[in-house]
């Protein structure tokens, strides 16, 4: 089993950031990928200027470890941790159910 200290990368398939982790966005769109790391570095500097940014790095060190892929096989590759938010529109979601 991977111990925390061993965990350099994580994959989440949604806009989300975690700590200080190498971060990989998957998506089958380059474009869904794009917008959402154009949306995250808005957010970031907001944040950061505004003071709520968390963490001891600043937003772009934050948004240097976030990165997009749309090659599942190389996205999950050494990823110790990985987070899946489905679709959020009804066509797509019946898919899953």
């Known amino acids: 089993m991977t111990s925390p200290k061993d ?4 994959l989440l398939h949604a806009s989300s950031m975690v700590g200080c982790f190498e ?6 769109v380059q474009q869904q990928i794009t917008g959402a790391l ?3 570095r808005k957010q970031m500097k907001e944040l950061e200027e505004s003071g709520f940014l968390k963490g001891a790095l600043s937003a772009e060190k934050q948004l240097a470890l976030i990165s997009g892929c749309t ?6 590759e050494g990823a110790a941790f990985i987070q899946v938010t489905l679709i959020s529109e ?3 979601v019946s898919i899953f159910h």
Do not use: F, G, N, Q
């Open 71 to 76: 090659d599942l096989k190389a996205a999950v």
């Open 23 to 28: 971060v990989k966005l998957y998506d089958i």
């Open 90 to 92: 009804t066509a797509l």
């Open 38 to 40: 154009e949306s995250i």
């Open 7 to 10: 965990v350099d990368r994580l």
